[in-house]
């Protein structure tokens, strides 16, 4: 299951910051069995058993619920009480494999947090086909069903335009907007869409950017898959027509969007919008909860100006699978800080452009970026940084032929 939260964190907070947490890809196996061979997703047994994984998980395994469950525990519940004077949220970017694990995961969250904003965005294992979100007049079985969960959190009205596009629109405090779209319509892998505007996503968005801009309202933009280059590939992440009408809206709302926040790739990316005649946007992916790709369980904790809405700061937080296994307990621990690995005190795109130019020329700044993309099948730490900059394959493309004259 793929998740975002936001909640508080565990650092002091000032009258003028708040925290909020988020998750991604969670991938919650309820049938997951710890001796497994790690064939069939690591649900048939072996005799002799495989020692390699434990309570918590095996590297190359989905998430049991005691990983999950880990993530709720002390953790979470110490930083509520400590930093009970602000108001917390959760945003969910979910993908699930199986309808019991969207029930299990949901209803822990409301049984320990009652009274926590949840703001969700969809996955793309979470509709009946991988990849297969169609644009119905009847949603499907699935969408309801995800729908009928999340409407106590999003609302009545957000709850419409989620059955009809799979997106929504809230407000969890004033002056601050989230638009949670669904990016799997414009991802190459879904074959089921056609059309320049599928479900009229494009049209919504726009006017939600209007309505949020009437009201002076600061956006933070929520999706699943992040616009851009997969360096796995490297491929397309969105198809090229739909990236293009996406920086064509933005472009007409300079400065609206504070940032957007993903998931999907599990691995760690400050990634650059370049809007064309605008601002640059910070896209910053979190990497996963499962450790399905070989990497540590990973969530994100995000500071922000409680006034300006803009990002100060995130902290990522890792479990380190072979310790907790070892030592038969889930600890979490503060990986870094962004702000203190790149000497800022906030995130936006000028800012995020600034620290990925520099990396360019700065081998300290160059290997921390590189670093902490474990997982990537791109082994050269240059061809990450470029997917990090690049918004499309022709920026892509340039920026590699720029390095290529710097070695």
């Not at 095996?58 to 525990?73: A, E, F, M, N, T």
């Not at 009809?164 to 949670?180: A, D, T, W």
């Not at 609206?256 to 790739?265: D, K, P, R, Y």
């Not at 130019?357 to 290997?367: E, I, N, Q, R, T």
Request: one cysteine or more; a negative charge.
């Amino acid at each position: 299951m793929r998740i975002f939260f936001f909640l508080l964190s565990a650092l002091a907070v000032s009258a003028d910051s708040g925290y909020f947490l988020h998750f991604s890809d969670i991938h919650l196996d309820n049938i997951f069995i710890q001796t497994s061979s790690g064939d069939l997703r690591c649900r048939k047994p072996l005799n002799p058993p495989n020692n390699e994984g434990g309570q918590f998980g095996r590297y190359g395994c989905d998430s049991p619920w005691p990983l999950v469950q880990s993530i709720s525990g002390d953790f979470i519940a110490h930083n509520l009480q400590e930093n009970d004077q602000v108001n917390p949220f959760f945003i969910f970017t979910f993908l699930l494999f199986q309808i019991s694990a969207i029930q299990t995961v949901l209803t822990a969250i409301r049984d320990q947090f009652p009274d926590t904003i949840v703001i969700p965005s969809v996955g793309n294992n979470d509709l009946l086909k991988n990849y297969g979100y169609m644009c119905n007049a009847d949603p499907d079985a699935r969408t309801k069903y995800l729908s009928s969960l999340w409407s106590s959190w999003i609302g009545p009205n957000a709850t419409e335009t989620f059955l009809r596009m799979g997106s929504f629109s809230i407000s969890p405090v004033q002056g601050l907007r989230f638009i949670s779209l669904n990016t799997l319509m414009y991802s190459e892998k879904d074959a089921n869409i056609t059309g320049d505007d599928p479900c009229g996503q494009f049209q919504w968005f726009t006017q939600e950017l209007t309505n949020a801009q009437a009201a002076n309202e600061t956006v933070y933009l929520t999706g699943h898959i992040p616009p851009g280059i997969d360096d796995f590939g490297p491929v397309n992440l969105w198809k090229t027509q739909y990236l293009k009408t996406f920086f064509s809206i933005l472009s007409k709302f300079d400065g609206l969007v504070e940032v957007a926040l993903f998931g999907h790739t599990h691995n760690d990316q400050p990634r650059l919008l370049t809007v064309p005649n605008a601002a640059y946007v910070p896209a910053l992916t979190v990497g996963g909860i499962t450790p399905v790709y070989g990497t540590n369980p990973m969530f994100r904790v995000f500071t922000y100006d409680t006034n300006t809405f803009q990002v100060q700061d995130y902290e990522d937080h890792i479990l380190n699978l072979y310790e907790s296994n070892v030592e038969g307990q889930g600890v979490w621990k503060k990986e870094y800080s962004f702000a203190e690995a790149y000497g800022i005190d906030h995130i936006d795109g000028n800012v995020l452009k600034n620290v990925l130019d520099s990396a360019s020329h700065d081998a300290v700044l160059f290997g921390q970026l590189a670093a902490r993309q474990p997982g990537s099948a791109v082994t050269n730490g240059w061809k990450r940084l470029c997917g990090l900059k690049s918004s499309d394959p022709d920026d892509f493309a340039a920026c590699l032929v720029n390095f290529q004259k710097m070695v």
